[in-house]
Each structure stands twice: as structure tokens, then as C-alpha cells.
């Protein structure tokens, strides 16, 4: 089972920026390569949403429309990692980052990281 974890949340004024990264490990029949890769969000007490995905390859992403323009995921399939690179931060954007691998439709999530937006 693949292991992931977060990090790089912080705190940062808005319209500020910060970069998640999530790391890959622990594969056992499947490499990094194999798994679609995606960041969701969810505040206490709220749903978890999507954010952004990325292909197997990193070729394509889509992206939330309430950050498209301002974030950017990557993924870097030699060293297992993937990115978020989170542009003109807004205080609505104060919530918990998770990441998360998908392979056949069956995803496995990450601890989150803490994002905080305050002036």
C-alpha cells in the first residue's frame, strides 16, 4: 500500500504563496508512475473537495475552478513526489491539504498538511 505524506503548509499572508509537496513510498507491485495523483482540501466540519489532479505521466491536470489560475500541481516521478504550487493565496483557502493516490479507481490518502491565510 502506498504511503503519503504531506508537508510545506504553513502560515502566509493573503495573496501570498506556499508549495506542498507530497511524498511517495512504501510500493509493493506498483511504482510512483502507476498512480494518478490528486490534492483535496477539507475544513472542520466541512466536506472534503477537490482541488487539482494530475496524470500518471504528469502530461495533463485539471483543476478546481475556484483555483484555476492561481494553483499549479506538478509531480516529479523520479524522486516519488508531487507538488501544489498555491499562487495569490485568499483567507478562504485556510484549510487542511491532503494528497492522494488513485490506481484502478481505489485511492489511499495522506496525513494533510495545514494551510493558514491570515493578514
Known amino acids: 500500500q502506498v504511503h503519503l505524506v504531506e508537508s510545506g503548509g504553513g502560515v502566509v499572508q493573503p495573496g501570498g504563496s506556499l508549495r506542498l509537496s507530497c511524498a511517495a513510498s512504501?510500493?509493493?507491485?506498483?511504482?510512483?508512475?502507476?498512480?494518478?495523483m490528486n490534492w483535496y482540501r477539507q475544513a472542520p466540519g466541512r466536506e472534503r473537495e477537490f482541488v487539482a489532479a494530475?496524470?500518471?505521466?504528469?502530461?495533463?491536470?485539471i483543476y478546481a475552478d475556484s483555483v484555476k489560475g492561481r494553483f499549479t500541481i506538478t509531480r516529479d516521478n523520479a524522486k516519488n513526489l508531487m507538488y501544489l504550487q498555491m499562487n495569490s493565496l485568499k483567507l478562504e483557502n485556510t484549510t487542511v491539504y491532503y494528497c492522494?493516490?488513485?490506481?484502478?479507481?481505489?485511492?489511499?490518502w495522506g496525513q494533510g498538511t495545514q494551510v493558514t491565510v491570515s493578514s
Open positions: 494530475i496524470t500518471r505521466a504528469g502530461d495533463n491536470a
Open positions: 512504501g510500493f509493493t507491485d506498483f511504482t510512483f508512475s502507476s498512480y494518478a
Open positions: 492522494n493516490a488513485v490506481r484502478d479507481c481505489r485511492g489511499t
